[in-house]
């Protein structure tokens, strides 16, 4: 017959699938706090466009359309 294998595979407490965080027991702790941690620092980044007096509204209307569009998946 068959020969037994033996293999063990070690557990991951997680994984990154495109882009991604999944947890091993599905539940979304860790991704939900690495993105809200992403998305703050992303708004603290474009505070300083929109604080910024000597900017036009559409150019920064422009800036800000393109950092979210580099954000998108390609």
Known sequence: GPESLDIHIQP???L???GTVISHDGLPGDELGRRIATAEADFLA???VWRHSLLTTLRKLQICKSFFESKLPA
């Open 12 to 14: 991951k407490l997680g």
């Open 16 to 18: 990154k699938y495109l």
């Open 46 to 48: 474009l505070q300083k």
